[in-house]
T-cell receptor, first 114, second 114 residues
Framework: AQSVTQLDSQVPVFEEAPVELRCNYS??????LFWYVQYPNQGLQLLLK??????LVESINGFEAEFNKSQTSFHLRKPSVHISDTAEYFC????????????FGKGTMLLVSP | KAGVTQTPRYLIKTRGQQVTLSCSPI?????VSWYQQTPGQGLQFLFE???????NKGNFPGRFSGRQFSNSRSEMNVSTLELGDSALYLC?????????????FGPGTRLTVL
């Protein structure tokens, strides 16, 4: 079984500041890792995912995450946030065997203010 | 391509009643997964259907059931509703044929149990 811990329930930042949203996972098997974003009154959208290869993965809107196997972490970062990045961010894992399901963290609300 | 659609978007029921929620996946997707989202428990996996067969199941009581039709549309049913069943119910579709394939989420059905 897998579990995901998102250490911060809320992260307030000012526009154009850098941000890091933390995610740690626990698993007895190798995993795939994901970050999803949920805007108000909407479903979740995939932001980026790590399957294998380079441990640094990037999204098209400036976010990046780095897989650290020794620290079992997959923190999400952005060097300069916009007001429009205000949303809830979920880290998720799935076992990398077969068609495993997603296990989500409890989410981090990113609040960007001017 | 049209996205994942869920109907209805909002439901109000009373304790003891039953409810059926519907999910239409993206055209060509054969896997539909259901999740329950609450402020306290976060996102929890209910079950996944692939080609009309339940492929994965989460840890929910038997009051929660689902099915998938030959056109990949899926329904979930909750019988004997309890106050704690109030939640946002999300469905997600994917091809179901590639491990860790991206799941595309619908906007959810907000169920309120009075």
């Amino acid at each position: 079984a897998q579990s995901v811990t998102q250490l911060d329930s809320q992260v307030p930042v000012f526009e154009e500041a850098p941000v890091e949203l933390r995610c740690n996972y626990s698993s007895s098997v190798s995993v795939y890792l994901f970050w999803y974003v949920q805007y108000p009154n909407q479903g979740l959208q995939l932001l980026l995912k790590y399957l294998s290869g380079s441990t640094l993965v990037e999204s098209i809107n400036g976010f990046e995450a780095e897989f650290n196997k020794s620290q079992t972490s997959f923190h999400l970062r952005k060097p300069s946030v916009h007001i429009s990045d205000t949303a809830e961010y979920f880290c998720a894992v799935s076992a990398n065997s077969g068609y495993s399901t997603l296990t989500f963290g409890k989410g981090t609300m990113l609040l960007v203010s001017p | 391509k049209a996205g994942v659609t869920q109907t209805p978007r909002y439901l109000i029921k009373t304790r003891g009643q039953q409810v059926t929620l519907s999910c239409s996946p993206i055209s060509g997707h054969r896997s539909v997964s259901w999740y329950q989202q609450t402020p306290g428990q976060g996102l929890q996996f209910l079950f996944e259907y692939f080609s009309e067969t339940q492929r994965n199941k989460g840890n929910f009581p038997g009051r929660f059931s689902g099915r998938q039709f030959s056109n990949s549309r899926s329904e979930m049913n909750v019988s004997t509703l309890e106050l704690g069943d109030s939640a946002l119910y999300l469905c997600a579709s994917s091809s179901g044929t590639v491990p860790a394939d991206t799941q595309y989420f619908g906007p959810g059905t907000r169920l309120t149990v009075l």
